[in-house]
DNA sequence: TATTTACTCT
């Protein structure tokens, strides 16, 4: 009690003075330690402590990765002895994972608590929902689908924590009508569950389905919340719908009284951004009621990048550098920018910058599930085991691509961009690898779903229409806010992103 | 006394 009035002194007063103590006294204080974040003291007590139960272990597991130091969450978790490694010890390992974003290494603890669990303890809800989100992030399907089948195997209730971790995992792997079912199929909904089938519409530019989806929530009675509302605003950026999303964002805070975060300016400037009305964008961010960070700023480059505004483009790079002079983005947008004009010394002096505040690039990363697993490319990797295959199979395509008029994006600005774009350039993104493994390791005609991290580029997406036409496949391709579903040399996203 | 779901830009 004390812990939760942020009172840990008077807790450990109180502690100290009991007349006892037996295992349970010692494991409030850890909990009430580990949540507070004092890993130190929490560590201290536990060390003390003669007698241990997997309360104990689990708290202090739970602790460290809460903190985000998976190492020595994951030391205890190994050092936890058999008797002791009940459920609620997996759990905490596998969520703590999975709220770390290290989402494979939560599946492969779900994988490991499969083999023990044959004698010992069995996955239950808490577990499923922990490793569900990992599939989702990860776009894992087949894992995904497996857990929906042990779901129905042991007669789990799909309550809401599950029904709407399960029916998150399918949108996010692209099966929006499978998560439309499992949404059917849930006897209790809530606004998460109404949140996820308006955010699964909008990664799929189903924006007509995810307004209607907000409607039919209101009639349900469900509230909206600030989250509602981003995956509202998400759905009209995609389908280009600016006078509805302009509309949202000023019912938000009319009708639901949701006073607009950062993230909601985030949503409205990339809303206008993308549809080119950037001094409208711009004058938002002049006159928000919250200071904008470097994504409202960012969101209003990409405009400019894509609508040629070079001068707001000036502009918004300085503001972004005085709050982060570390931002990748800027550096690469001023060099491409720079180049285009052929203003080399200043391409170079921005290639300097970037070197001197060591700015670092996200790599470009995509990943592709066969047969249970997940495999991971980089920027042109070569590490794959079956990389020579890999390579030949994107060699082969070329030809053949260029007959069914691929024209590559070899733009003068590709000769005087920086040292990495030049790699990026060189070397194949991710996106290709992983789609041509995927086409030497899947039968004919299947489709090939891959996740990547970054958002697809132009050159990456003309290329993949291309590809599903000639070799006659599906292409599901997840980037970092939405889906493409390319088919017959057309992509769903009506070349609109 | 310990563990669980949706989240803006590059």
Known sequence: MYFKFGRPDVARRLFDEMPQRDV?????????????????????????????????????????????DLVSARELFDRVPAADRNVVCWNAMVSGYTQNERFSEAVKVFQMMLQESRTSVQPNEVTLVSV??????????DLGKWIDGYIKK????????????????????GCIVEAKKVFDRMVEKDVISWTIIISASAMHGLSEEAISGFHDMLVHGIKPN???????????????????????????SREFGINPKVEHYGCVVDLLSRAGRLSEAEDIINSMSV????????????GCRIYKDDARGERVVRRILELDPEHAGSYVYLSTVYASFGRLEEAAKCRLKMRENRVVKTPGCSWIEVDNTVHEFFVGDRSHPQSDKIYSMISSLGPRMKLAGYVP???????FIDEEEKEDALFM???????????????????????????VCTDC???MKIISKIVEREIVLRDRSRFHHFKEGRCSCKDYW
């Open 24 to 68: 349970v006294s010692y494991n409030t204080l850890i909990a009430g330690y580990s949540n507070c974040g004092n890993l130190a003291a929490a560590g201290e007590v536990f060390d003390g402590m003669t007698e241990r139960n997997p309360v104990s272990w689990s708290s202090m597991i739970a602790g460290h990765a809460r903190r985000g």
């Open 132 to 141: 569900l989100s990992s599939c989702a992030n990860l776009g894992a399907l």
């Open 154 to 173: 042991r007669r789990m209730a799909l309550g809401l924590f599950l029904g709407n971790a399960l029916s998150d995992m399918y949108a996010k792997c």
């Open 226 to 252: 600030d989250i509602t509302f981003m995956a509202i605003l998400a759905a009209c950026t995609h389908g280009g719908m600016v006078e509805d999303g302009l509309n949202y964002f000023e019912m938000m």
């Open 291 to 302: 200071p904008p960070n470097v994504v409202v700023w960012g969101a209003l480059l990409g």
């Open 409 to 415: 994006n070899t733009s003068v600005v590709s000769q």
């Open 429 to 455: 993104h991710s996106e290709r690898l992983a789609v041509a493994f995927g086409l030497i390791s899947t039968k004919e005609g299947t489709t090939i779903r891959v996740v990547k991290n970054l958002r």
């Open 461 to 463: 997406h003309d290329a």
